[in-house]
């Protein structure tokens, strides 16, 4: 079973940046690929970012083009996503999550199968920008 784990949330100013990992343990083969949503306080989840495994091919929301980096470190079982010039907005609970074994696809149709809920889900990380 695969299992995983968010970090690097924290209290942060606005313009200041975070990483935020999330490790895989477990059935890590059956690993396609490792999206990232988040959920801000009285709003619905949203797609942030994913990445496919094969190829490190990525897809981002609109919202977070420019601002937003995920990465792979197939050698730690990490992803990664750095998170730059923070914004009030950007603040809420962030979430790595990886779609059901067998399941393929485009990164953007993974975040989209994820946002629905499918799949292994870590426990979330807390990201809030304060000034």
């Known amino acids: 079973q695969l299992q995983l784990a968010e970090s690097g949330g924290g209290l942060v100013q606005p313009g200041e940046s975070l990483r935020l990992s999330c490790v895989a343990s477990g059935r890590i083969s059956d690993v396609f690929g490792i999206g990232w949503v988040r959920q801000a306080p009285g709003k619905q989840r949203e797609e942030i970012s994913c990445?496919?495994?094969?190829?490190?091919?990525?897809y981002y929301s609109e919202s977070v083009k420019g601002r937003f980096t995920i990465s792979r470190d197939s050698a730690k079982n990490t992803v990664y996503l750095q998170i730059d010039n923070l914004s009030l907005e950007d603040s809420g609970i962030y979430f790595c999550?990886?779609?059901?074994?067998?399941?393929?696809?485009?990164?953007?149709?993974?975040?989209?199968?994820?946002?629905?809920?499918?799949?292994?889900w870590g426990q979330g990380t807390q990201v809030t920008v304060s000034s």
């Open positions: 990445i496919r495994s094969a190829d490190d091919n990525t």
């Open positions: 999550a990886a779609p059901p074994p067998g399941w393929f696809g485009t990164p953007e149709r993974m975040c989209a199968n994820l946002l629905q809920g499918r799949g292994t």
